[in-house]
């Protein structure tokens, strides 16, 4: 290789080196937005956990959703109904109310397609979503009684309960997609 080609090559990687970091300055030395509240957190936490899980009923084929990767385990829709059945356990303890909850073979009765289903989680989304902003910061430090034990937790602890819980469901239900051959929205290349 010549020295010319050597040279103009060594200019282009400095010249793409001092872009990348000038970048890199710039970022760091941009402030960050400020916090949100904790019932802000909570509900922007709440609401993409769902959306993402809400985009997988929604794009899952409907002739699947009695798919299950091993026997001993619930089906792609089962789990979807067992998902908002919690929500709305958590949901009813939260505000001391029992709607839209019942034994999980009575919900696969009630909700047999894909579309019952679909709306039946972006339901309980919705009203977790809307209990969070009605009780605001105060609802994650009042106290109630935990709905899978007997003992009083604060609001945050049955949040971040049904959050993970969600996260654990969202995890098998990516299980489902990749053992079909398919990639979960979340995995896809954004446009």
Not at 57 to 71: N, V
Not at 73 to 94: D, K, P, Q, V
Request: with cysteine; aromatic share 10%; glycine share 10%.
């Amino acid at each position: 290789m010549s020295k010319t080609i050597r040279t103009i090559i060594f200019i282009g990687y400095a010249g793409l080196l001092t872009m990348i970091t000038s970048a890199q300055e710039k970022k760091v030395t941009e402030s960050p937005k400020p916090a949100l509240s904790p019932s802000q957190e909570m509900l922007m936490g709440w609401t993409h956990s769902g959306n993402k899980i809400i985009a997988m009923a929604e794009d899952f084929p409907e002739d699947k959703y009695g798919f299950k990767a091993q026997k001993d385990e619930r089906t792609f829709g089962e789990n979807l109904i067992h998902i908002a059945s919690s929500c709305y356990h958590m949901i009813n303890a939260i505000k001391g109310t029992t709607v839209g909850v019942g034994s999980e073979d009575s919900l696969r009765k009630l909700f047999p397609a894909k579309s019952d289903i679909v709306k039946y989680l972006k339901h309980a989304v919705a009203d977790g979503a809307e209990l969070i902003k009605a009780q605001g910061d105060s609802g994650l430090t009042r106290e109630f009684k935990y709905p899978w034990g007997n003992m009083m937790v604060h609001g945050s602890f049955g949040w971040m309960g049904i959050l993970e819980h969600a996260g654990e469901h969202y995890g098998q239900l990516v299980v489902y997609y990749r053992v079909n051959g398919m990639i979960p929205p979340e995995s896809r290349p954004k446009k």
